[in-house]
């Protein structure tokens, strides 16, 4: 059964995680030791893909929105705490998906019944999503600078607001 609390999860694993990277990126200290466990939650939820969810009435994709846009909004929040510049790119970005989480929490407030993940995700999308992960977890591994870090730690976050929408409203 796919465990909509992976994505849940991820997005609160998602909030300390951040919050070391503009840590270690204003103290320019080692970036080895950041966690990867959001993305290990986020490759559970996707290697369930193809299975009934264990959320019949919604209350996990609800947390599991909140939680991706609490990740969403402190990296807004730690950027503005901190000298740290986001691309004016990035937070359009980063804004359209807290924008699009918040439709996705509407859309699922309307809904009595839901799908199966597999009937949500195509598997080419399953596929690029479990890729984007997995690159991500060695990106971050790989990264010698904070900025590096944040950069694919973002991008990763991004893609796990994404999925938070389509598991939650389609």
């Known amino acids: 059964m796919a ?3 992976d994505l849940v999860d991820a997005g609160k694993g998602f909030v300390p995680v951040i919050q070391d990277i503009f840590k270690i990126w204003t103290t320019s200290g080692d970036t080895s030791q950041v966690s990867t466990a959001p993305l290990d939650k986020l490759s559970q939820l996707i290697n ?19 939680a991706m846009s609490d990740a969403l909004t402190e990296v807004i929040t730690q950027a503005a705490q901190s000298s740290v510049a986001l691309a004016p790119v ?3 970005e980063i ?33 690029h999503v479990r890729q984007e992960i997995a690159d991500a977890k060695n990106a971050i591994q790989n990264r010698q600078t904070a900025k590096d870090v944040l950069d694919t730690t ?11 929408i389509k598991v939650a409203a389609l």
């Open 48 to 66: 369930e893909t193809g299975e009934q969810t264990d959320d019949p009435n919604g209350i996990q994709r609800g947390k599991a929105i909140e």
């Open 95 to 127: 804004n359209n998906e807290c924008d699009a989480l918040q439709t996705a929490l509407g859309l699922l407030a309307e809904r009595e019944t839901f799908q199966p993940i597999a009937q949500l995700l195509p598997s080419a999308e399953i596929d």
């Open 154 to 164: 973002v991008d990763v976050l991004i893609v796990a607001a994404e999925i938070a």
């Open 3 to 5: 465990n909509i609390s």
């Open 90 to 92: 990035t937070v359009r």
